[in-house]
Structure formats: structure tokens, C-alpha cells
């Protein structure tokens, strides 16, 4: 079946730290891989996505690559702030009898400390 | 400005009664879901809808139900027989055809059992 393992929290990092979290994927056929961000009492929102192999998702300073020979799409950023201080879900998309299946991984909360 | 709304924000409930959430969502999706989150997991399909006066049970359809009248609404019932409904109810949509299956959520509901 299709699944999503990504990496167990909470993670505690200082303003401007190195942020990395690991995602990795069992799939059939070809997936569209996703990151949502969830912050405090709000629903999910898209960070990021990517498509096909090789395709890197990109946006407020965060990135993933997609990568099928390891099935893995690792979040990253650079540079964190207090603001990043959320719950971080990767999830896959399958197309599956006529219609899309999102698969959820169990999310990683994410502290930012000034 | 197109998006999901869900109302209330906050409900309370008496055991033994049935409550009614409600979704609606202007951005002219067919097809919409509904999830159950819980504290430390990922998000659990409930029911999902691809068109109106259609709709499929999830991964966790017991003691919940739906209608899909209108393709801008997606009504969740939350019935008695659901043994443990205190949880976080979010709602989702998507593009049906021709998408890497992306999913808008809606604000959330969080609903408590007394």
C-alpha cells in the first residue's frame, strides 16, 4: 500500500539553526509528494510540492527534492525562525480508481526558540 | 477570496447526541473530504466526496455520516454511535481531473465531547 514514515518529533532548534526533516515513502506508481505546514489551531496549508523524480519544491525559504532512488523527500531550511514554529506533515498523492488518494505522514512539531 | 470555511471554530457536545458539522467552499472544487486528526497523529480520512450526491466511506467512516447536496458543501454528522468523537475535524477539496492531487483545507473544527 501506500504509506508515509517521516521523522518522529518534536524537534527544539535556536533562531537561525539548520532545520532537516526526514520523510521517506512507499508508493505504487507515481506519486506526487507534498510538505503542509499546520500552525497552532489552524488547518493545513501547502508549503510545498513536487511532481515527478528529481523535481525540487521550494518556497519561503524551505525546499525538498524528490528522490526515487532513496523514495525520500527531506524538508529543509537554512535558516529558521520563531515563526517557523509549527507541526510540518509530508504526505503522497496517488491516483487510484478515478481519483486522488492523499497519504499523511504523522507529522513533526517543530519549536523555534529566539 | 476563494477558500474553505468551517464552522463553528469550536463545538461542544452532550454524550448521546448527534452534532452536525459544517464545510463549504467557493473555490469550485468536485471533489471534497473530511478528516479526523488527533494529538501526535496524522490526519485520518473519514468520508470523501468526488461529485455531487456521491460519497465514499474512508479509512474510519464508522459512527460519522455525510451528504453532498450541493458542490459547494459538505456537511459531516457525527453521530452517537461514534465511540471517542473528541477530536480536531478538518475539512479538505480538490481539483477532480488533471492535478497532482493537491488538497485546500479549511480552518478546522474542534469538537469535544462533555
Known amino acids: 500500500g501506500n504509506s508515509v514514515t517521516q521523522m518522529e518529533g518534536p524537534v527544539t532548534l535556536s533562531e537561525e539553526a539548520f532545520l532537516t526533516i526526514n520523510c521517506t515513502y512507499t508508493?505504487?506508481?507515481?506519486?506526487?509528494l507534498f510538505w503542509y505546514v499546520q500552525y497552532p489551531g489552524e488547518g493545513l496549508q501547502l508549503l510545498l510540492k513536487?511532481?515527478?523524480?528529481?523535481d525540487k519544491g521550494s518556497n519561503k525559504g524551505f525546499e525538498a527534492t524528490y528522490r526515487k532512488e532513496t523514495t525520500s523527500f527531506h524538508l529543509e531550511k537554512g535558516s529558521v525562525q520563531v515563526s517557523d514554529s509549527a507541526v510540518y506533515f509530508c504526505?503522497?498523492?496517488?491516483?487510484?480508481?478515478?481519483?486522488?488518494?492523499?497519504?499523511f505522514g504523522a507529522g513533526t512539531t517543530v519549536t523555534v526558540r529566539a | 477570496d476563494g477558500g474553505i470555511t468551517q464552522s463553528p471554530k469550536y463545538l461542544f457536545r452532550k454524550e448521546g447526541q448527534n452534532v452536525t458539522l459544517s464545510c463549504e467552499q467557493n473555490?469550485?472544487?468536485?471533489?471534497m473530504y473530511w478528516y479526523r486528526q488527533d494529538p501526535g497523529q496524522g490526519l485520518r480520512l473519514i468520508y470523501y466526496?468526488?461529485?455531487?450526491?456521491?460519497?465514499q466511506k474512508g479509512d474510519i467512516a464508522e459512527g460519522y455520516s455525510v451528504s453532498r447536496e450541493k458542490k459547494e458543501s459538505f456537511p459531516l454528522t457525527v453521530t452517537s454511535a461514534q465511540k471517542n468523537p473528541t477530536a480536531f475535524y478538518l475539512c479538505?477539496?480538490?481539483?477532480?481531473?488533471?492535478?497532482?492531487?493537491?488538497?485546500?483545507f479549511g480552518p478546522g473544527t474542534r469538537l469535544t465531547v462533555l
Open positions: 479538505a477539496s480538490s481539483i477532480r481531473q488533471g492535478h497532482s492531487g493537491e488538497q485546500f
Open positions: 508508493a505504487t506508481g507515481y506519486p506526487s
Open positions: 513536487a511532481t515527478k523524480a528529481d
Open positions: 504526505a503522497l498523492s496517488v491516483y487510484i480508481s478515478n481519483d486522488y488518494k492523499l497519504s
Open positions: 473555490l469550485n472544487h468536485d471533489a
Open positions: 466526496s468526488q461529485i455531487v450526491n456521491d460519497f
